[in-house]
């Protein structure tokens, strides 16, 4: 018998990259606010929810900000960086993630997304993964963010599987720990890879072909 009946996926840093996109944007509302930003206070924010990361980049703000001035310095961001996410194609998911999906499918698994992204119906159709997936839980339908376990239980719920036979596909510590408090194991690639928190730290994202018969 195998062990799981459905993958859920990470989106960013597991099906495509826009780091880079979140990068400028936040860069460019930090700017405007005069708080310094730079790549490694960038690294923290991988995975964790939009307000969280301002609260992580506002940990460089000397002064007092109310709630509505901060949803503020937020959508800016946000519209800067939907702007960015205009610009990405079909071209931006590799042979090598849409190949490996394909595959999945080929051997019945379900297919599912569970992303702490409020854009990831946006991205999902930019990439041209609109309609593929057999359920999208994103930031859009969750109260707490990872490491809370609520995004992948949602996930799990929408395919009528268990936890047990759910295996979550991570790049952020955050995310696997996520997965491990909701009953579920994680196969990590990236910085979660790299730091073993997955129950398989893979190389890349084909390797689930040997996870996964
Ligand atoms: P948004 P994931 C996460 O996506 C990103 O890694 C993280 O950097 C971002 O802050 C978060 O989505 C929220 O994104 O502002 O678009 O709602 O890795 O969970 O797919
Ligand atoms: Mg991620």
Redesign the pocket.
């Known amino acids: 018998m195998r062990d799981f009946d459905a993958v859920i996926f990470?989106?960013?840093?597991?099906i495509c990259y826009?780091?880079e996109y979140?990068y400028q944007a936040w860069k460019a509302m930090a700017d405007s606010i005069g708080v310094s930003f730079d790549r490694e206070i960038n690294n923290r924010?991988?995975?964790?929810?939009?307000m969280a990361?301002l609260d992580i980049i506002l940990e460089k703000y000397h002064g007092e900000l109310s709630e509505a001035e901060k949803e503020e310095l937020a959508d800016q961001k946000?519209e800067i960086?939907k702007k960015l996410l205009a610009q990405m194609s079909p071209a931006d998911l590799s042979d090598e993630v849409k190949s490996t999906l394909d595959e999945l499918r080929r051997r019945s698994y379900q297919l599912a997304i569970g992303?702490?992204?409020?854009?990831?119906p946006f991205i999902l159709r930019q990439i041209g993964l609109g309609e593929y997936f057999d359920a999208v839980s994103d930031?859009n339908n969750i109260t707490r963010s990872?490491p809370d376990p609520e995004v992948f239980e949602k996930a799990a719920k929408m395919l009528w599987v268990g936890a047990k036979r759910c295996l979550v596909v991570e790049?952020?510590v955050s995310?696997a720990e996520a997965a491990h408090k909701g009953g579920m194991k994680a196969a990590c690639v990236g910085d979660a890879s790299r730091a073993g928190a997955g129950d398989y730290n893979m190389k890349s994202v084909k390797d689930l072909l040997e996870i996964l018969p």
């Open positions: 990470d989106l960013d840093g597991v826009t780091d979140h924010l991988r995975g964790v929810s939009r990361s946000n960086y992303s702490s992204s409020k854009n990831a930031g990872k790049d952020a995310g």
